[in-house]
């Protein structure tokens, strides 16, 4: 356990679906990313929030919509999903400052079905 | 934008015997982090380094930081079985605000017993 949790562990949903993913930290972190990893890729980073205020949205399509409401809850809705959108999805938190690192959850396996 | 490349990128290695992992930066490295994830899991922190010339060990791994060639370089010494995963380096491109780590795409290591 990191401190970092996510949730669900695995989740298999059709193309039509629309779920969500969470995660939550209690480490005091004011910094939450999410990055996806697909195989034989390095990790992408999706989106940033910094202070509950999202900072980064590196070119995701809309069918990813994030949503932070405070400092230790972070979720990534999904609606409409393709089958490349099948990877890992990790979520991380930090102390917002140069040279401090992350803290990974275990990560949800998402399947598009 | 920053790039990091791993190599090699996969390692098969009989437990007991050293290894080394090379991570290089396209750009200067300000700070450099290794990670270690076990597959479809979550990545947990080994150590950071920041300064040039810095090493850092924690109990049979050894990070080195080589700022003027822009890489870092990873060692295990006598591995072990649990030594087994993908080694990935991530670095801090020095923005301002948030920070934003980019990773390699990893090493796969092996250990054959």
């Known amino acids: 356990e990191t401190g970092v949790t996510q949730t669900p562990r695995h989740l298999v949903m059709g193309m039509t679906n629309k779920k969500s993913l969470k995660c939550e930290q209690h480490l005091g972190h004011n910094a939450m990313y999410w990055y996806k990893q697909s195989a034989k890729k390095p990790l992408e980073l999706m989106f940033v929030?910094?202070?509950?205020?999202?900072?980064e949205n590196n070119s995701v399509p809309s069918r990813f919509s994030p949503e932070c409401p405070n400092s230790s809850h972070l979720f990534l809705h999904l609606h409409t999903l393709q089958p490349e959108d099948s990877a890992l999805y990790l979520c991380a938190s930090s102390q917002d400052r140069l040279g401090y690192g992350y803290t990974f959850g275990s990560g949800t396996r998402l399947t598009v079905v | 934008s920053q790039e990091l490349e791993q190599s090699p990128q996969s390692l098969i290695v009989q437990e007991g015997k050293n290894l080394t992992i090379n991570c290089t930066s396209s750009k200067t490295l300000y700070g450099l982090y290794w990670y270690k994830q076990k597959y479809g899991e979550g990545l947990i922190f080994l150590m950071m380094l920041q300064k040039g010339g810095e090493e850092k060990s924690h109990e049979k791994i050894t990070a080195k930081l080589d700022e003027k060639k822009q890489q870092s370089s990873l060692h295990i010494t006598a591995s072990q079985p649990s030594h087994a995963g993908i080694y990935l380096c991530g670095a801090d491109p020095q923005t301002q605000g948030a920070q934003k780590l980019v990773f390699g795409q990893g090493t796969r290591l092996t250990i054959n017993p």
């Open positions: 929030y910094s202070l509950e205020e999202r900072v």
